[in-house]
């Protein structure tokens, strides 16, 4: 009986330990599917964290373009320079091989070679030494093969046209993300796919490099068309500089707009910088600054045209009405208001013409507060002009409650109040659009990677200013401004009626005192061409000229130079005008026998057509000067007007024949030579 009970002690032992190792093995499996199926997927991403980590590149970014397709912005593949610095043996030797290639002017070789050495000496097992490097120089470090150090390519933002409209696209930083400009307006558009380096972790988890890999796109890259032109940019860019060093001038402004739809063809600020060189003290926030968009200054007798455009809708001027402008001396309250050449009574346009302050203070007091105000309001003073371009400015312009007569009667001429450049010339483009503001824009299109179109601006009007009969009144006061007597004649251009503006300004104080400076002036001039079928409206804004300082001295030739080549790149030729028959004595006729001659007014020259030649029919056009189209250019002309055209050599223009102003009929012939500049 006793071993009976033995055998079943034992039998239930063994039967507790099966349960036990059962229970156990359950409780395994439950585990284990826990932790495989039911939170797999998280232990997954934690051991990838901890093993495996990511090192982020600059991403690639949308190409920027002019309004023909010219490249103005793209991204370039460079190569990128690592380091291993625990495989590093010889860290000084690598440091001096590695600066020796690397250096340039704005990173000698002795500030290199400390800055790699200290890289190298860090306790880790990866660094950055040089991000985006030329790839041929990285090529030669890689052909040393030294130990520890690698390369990667990573994408760079490049700017083929250098300075060119450098204020207006912006620049992007190391990390391909836009700082400034249309690169960082549009920046979603531009940047594309994130890039990241797939790293191995050591067990201290220092990074490894293995292999590349583009994660997942967070947004497309996209391609932007600007407004701009290439040609007439740097056309403008060319000019301004000129008229900047000429006059010993701090800076200067320029804008090109058209006028009939608002777009931008060109916008210049100068001093330039380079967007491909990295920021010094000599290229800082002044010089990269839009200032035609960012700044306000006080625009002085530019502001006249909107002055009488105010008094003429009103209705309570005619355009031939005459004020009396007090002989250059005119009191209000405490103060004096002067003009630079006294006069006695002018008219509407002579006030214009003459750039009048008297006049134009007194109308203005006759108009009263609220009618200026609400005019300038009208043609886009005080706000906003929703350009699309970061840091704009609405100016700065006075309410009209409580404004003393002072205060008004200085608004009238232009002070006391504060617009942007892009403000001025957008109004100014409204007389010129028979008396519609059109909604100013850069960016003509956003397309996609394959080209295809996700958003284009159409020109938009904003509203009517004033009527076109005021319109057409103030052109005609405005070409005054440019023909003889006028303070601009320096802006004329034969051949073609100039419609344009002066300004004067001085500038406020800027040593804590009240009132201007008397020594630091804005000068200004702003006009369209032809007056009779505007097709571009021009800016020019030069900033403490030494010097003589009126807008018609400093800024007028730059406006002149400026019309006169982008006319000739648009193949814009002056019109023949028919002149009426002049009565002649011909020297062999009966005494009253009368032979009428034909004068035609040419754009270079004056040809007279004498008795017995062909009369100029109808459709008679000028040859226009070639001198330094492209080939391409004269081609396009020619064939625009039905010239037979005889092209010799290559390159540029130099000589043509018949020469130019020479009146030609379709079907006529013209010879062009052309030579490669030295």
């Known amino acids: 009986m006793k071993k009976i009970s033995a055998n079943k002690a034992y039998q239930l032992r063994l039967l507790f330990v099966f349960i036990v190792v059962e229970l156990l093995f359950v409780v395994c499996i ?22 495996f980590g990511t090192i982020r590149l600059s991403p690639d970014r949308g190409t ?42 704005s990173q000698p070789y002795y500030r290199l070679r400390r800055f790699f050495y200290k890289k190298l000496r860090r306790k880790s097992s990866f660094v950055w030494l040089a991000r985006q490097q030329e790839p041929r120089k990285v090529e030669r470090i890689e052909k040393l093969r030294l130990r520890g150090i690698g390369s990667i390519p990573e994408p760079k933002r490049f700017y083929p046209c250098r300075s060119l409209a450098a204020q207006c696209i912006g620049y992007c930083n190391i990390d391909g993300i836009g700082l400034d400009g249309i690169e960082l307006k549009y920046n979603k558009y531009l940047r594309g796919k994130p890039v990241r380096l797939l790293v191995a972790r050591d067990a201290k988890g220092n990074p490894i490099i293995t292999r590349r890999q583009e994660a997942f796109a967070t947004s497309e890259v996209h391609h932007l068309y600007l407004t701009i032109d290439e040609t007439i940019q740097n056309i403008v860019e060319e000019e301004l500089l000129r008229a900047v060093v000429k006059h010993r001038a701090k800076s200067g402004m320029a804008i090109v707009m058209n006028p009939n739809t608002g777009e931008i063809l060109a916008m210049a600020n100068c001093p330039y910088f380079n967007p491909n060189r990295r920021p010094t003290r000599g290229t800082g926030l002044n010089r990269r600054r839009n200032r035609a968009v960012t700044d306000f200054f006080e625009p002085g007798s530019m502001f006249k045209p909107f002055l009488v455009a105010a008094a003429l809708e009103s209705r309570k001027y005619r355009g031939n009405e005459t004020i009396y402008c007090e002989n250059g001396h005119f009191r209000v309250g405490h103060h004096m208001i002067h003009d630079v050449h006294p006069h006695k009574y002018l008219k509407l346009a002579e006030v214009i013409k003459y750039s009048s302050n008297i006049g134009a203070a007194k109308i203005g007091l006759s108009l009263g507060k609220n009618t200026v105000y609400n005019t300038y309001r009208k043609f886009g003073f005080g706000r906003k002009t929703g350009i699309g371009l970061p840091g ?22 232009g002070q006391g109040i504060a ?60 070409i005054g401004v440019t023909s003889e007597g006028g303070t601009a004649p320096r802006a004329a251009i034969e051949g073609f009626k100039v419609a344009g503006k002066t300004g004067t300004s001085q500038k406020p104080r800027t ?5 201007y400076d008397p020594t630091k002036f804005i000068g200004s001039f702003v006009g369209f061409v032809p007056a009779d079928d505007p097709k571009i409206t021009i800016l020019v804004v030069i ?47 009966k005494p009253g026998l009368e032979t009428a001659a034909r004068v035609v007014k040419a754009a270079h020259s004056k040809i007279e057509v004498q008795k017995g030649e062909k009369k100029p029919s109808a459709e008679t056009i000028l040859l ?10 004269v081609i396009r002309w ?27 009929s379709p079907g006529g012939r013209c010879s062009v030579w052309f030579t490669f500049p030295s």
């Not at 190569?79 to 600066?99: C, D, E, G, Q």
């Not at 309410?399 to 205060?407: A, F, M, Q």
């Not at 019309?563 to 011909?586: E, F, G, W």
């Open 30 to 51: 439950l585990r284990a599917f826990q932790l495989q199926i039911l939170s797999g997927p998280d232990l997954k991403k934690m051991a990838t964290r901890q093993h």
């Open 64 to 105: 920027i373009y002019d309004r023909n397709g010219n490249q103005l912005a793209v991204s370039t593949m460079t190569l990128s320079l690592y380091a291993h610095p625990m495989k590093v043996r010889n860290k000084k030797k690598t440091a001096r091989t590695i600066a020796k290639i690397l250096k340039s002017k």
């Open 392 to 413: 704009e400015s609405p100016g700065v312009m006075q309410s009209p409650k409580n404004l003393p007569p002072i205060s008004l009667a200085t608004m009238s001429f």
């Open 419 to 478: 617009v942007t450049a892009l403000q001025l010339i957008s109004a100014i483009s409204a007389i010129a659009n028979n008396g519609v503001l059109m909604k100013p824009y850069i960016v003509k299109k956003i397309v996609d990677a394959k080209g295809m179109p996700l958003l284009v601006n159409q020109p938009l009007r904003i509203r009517r200013v004033i009527s076109p009969q005021t319109a057409h009144l103030i052109t005609s006061f405005m």
């Open 511 to 515: 040593d804590g005192r009240k009132g």
């Open 543 to 589: 900033d403490e000229p030494k010097g003589i300082p009126y807008g018609g001295v400093v800024a007028a030739p730059a406006f002149k130079a400026m019309a006169t080549r982008i006319l000739r790149y648009m193949n814009i030729t002056p019109k023949v005008q028919a002149v009426p028959l002049v009565a002649v004595s011909h020297p062999f006729s």
């Open 624 to 633: 226009p000067d070639f001198s330094g189209m492209s080939m391409r250019s």
């Open 638 to 664: 020619g064939a625009r007007h039905g010239i037979n055209l005889t092209l010799k050599g290559n390159g540029q223009a130099i000589r043509q024949s018949p020469k130019p102003g020479t009146p030609v």
